[in-house]
């Protein structure tokens, strides 16, 4: 495996369900990032990881739990979802947290919650 | 406070025509600036990146942006557009410095190249 991956790809639930998103990245970073991009809206930050530690939490709502157990791995776990929360979430990396690090994106997991 | 605002949501241009894309950027120190793309169903690719170096820089794919601090501009271009050039095209900027840097992204143009 190369880059940043995500599993799954795709996922439905249910509002009363518990999901886990995964994300790994094999580039040696030590910076991982969640992001949220709906239709007809700007990529929204939800979590910035910086080795293992919660760097930033952008408001998001407590029903998104993210975990990062080490440098190369993180989760985003899901409970009782709204359908507005149906979208793309993308994880990305970066090699460190400074604004010059360009930032290496997964391809992102299709999520519907109905 | 940082924002980045692309003007034009959708650009539509004939195979071999060039290709021009907007970004306006508002920051209160001097920023980095990059250019992604999204395909579908893809994740974003980085294109190219602004660090305070050359102000025109080169990208893959034949892309390439100019840094213009006198117009907050750093305009994505390619001389002739080519079929597969089609996809989502975001512009993000981030603060300068060696503390966190959090990427504020536009909100996307979408590219479309006729035969």
């Given at each position: 495996?190369?880059?940043?991956?995500?599993?799954p790809?795709?996922?439905?639930?249910?509002?009363?369900?518990k999901?886990s998103?995964?994300?790994?990245?094999?580039?040696?970073?030590?910076?991982?990032y969640?992001?949220?991009?709906?239709?007809?809206?700007?990529?929204?930050?939800?979590?910035?990881?910086?080795l293992?530690?919660?760097?930033?939490?952008?408001s998001?709502?407590s029903r998104?739990?993210?975990?990062?157990?080490?440098?190369?791995?993180l989760?985003?776990?899901?409970?009782?979802?709204?359908?507005?929360?149906?979208?793309l979430?993308?994880?990305?990396?970066?090699?460190?947290?400074?604004g010059?690090?360009?930032?290496?994106f997964?391809?992102?997991?299709?999520?519907?919650?109905? | 406070?940082?924002?980045?605002?692309?003007?034009?949501?959708?650009?539509?241009?004939?195979?071999?025509?060039?290709v021009?894309?907007?970004?306006?950027?508002?920051?209160?120190?001097?920023?980095?600036?990059?250019?992604y793309?999204?395909?579908?169903n893809?994740?974003?690719?980085?294109?190219?990146?602004?660090?305070s170096?050359?102000?025109?820089?080169?990208?893959?794919?034949?892309?390439?942006?100019?840094?213009?601090?006198?117009?907050?501009?750093?305009?994505?271009?390619?001389p002739?557009?080519?079929?597969?050039d089609?996809?989502?095209?975001?512009?993000?900027?981030?603060?300068?410095?060696?503390?966190?840097?959090?990427?504020?992204?536009?909100?996307?143009?979408?590219?479309?190249?006729?035969?």
């Amino acid at each position: 495996e190369t880059g940043v991956t995500q599993t799954p790809r795709h996922l439905v639930m249910g509002m009363t369900n518990k999901k886990s998103l995964k994300c790994e990245q094999h580039l040696g970073h030590n910076a991982m990032y969640w992001y949220k991009q709906s239709a007809k809206k700007p990529l929204e930050l939800m979590f910035v990881y910086s080795l293992e530690e919660r760097v930033e939490n952008n408001s998001v709502p407590s029903r998104f739990s993210p975990e990062c157990p080490n440098s190369s791995h993180l989760f985003l776990h899901l409970h009782t979802l709204q359908p507005e929360d149906s979208a793309l979430y993308l994880c990305a990396s970066s090699q460190g947290l400074g604004g010059r690090y360009e930032q290496y994106f997964g391809p992102g997991t299709r999520l519907t919650v109905t | 406070a940082q924002s980045v605002t692309q003007l034009g949501s959708h650009v539509s241009v004939s195979e071999g025509a060039l290709v021009l894309l907007r970004c306006n950027y508002s920051s209160s120190v001097p920023p980095y600036l990059f250019w992604y793309v999204q395909y579908p169903n893809q994740g974003l690719q980085l294109l190219l990146k602004y660090t305070s170096a050359a102000t025109l820089v080169k990208g893959i794919n034949g892309f390439e942006a100019e840094f213009k601090k006198s117009e907050t501009s750093f305009h994505l271009t390619k001389p002739s557009a080519h079929m597969s050039d089609a996809a989502e095209y975001f512009c993000a900027v981030s603060a300068g410095g060696t503390s966190y840097g959090k990427l504020t992204f536009g909100q996307g143009t979408i590219l479309t190249v006729h035969p």
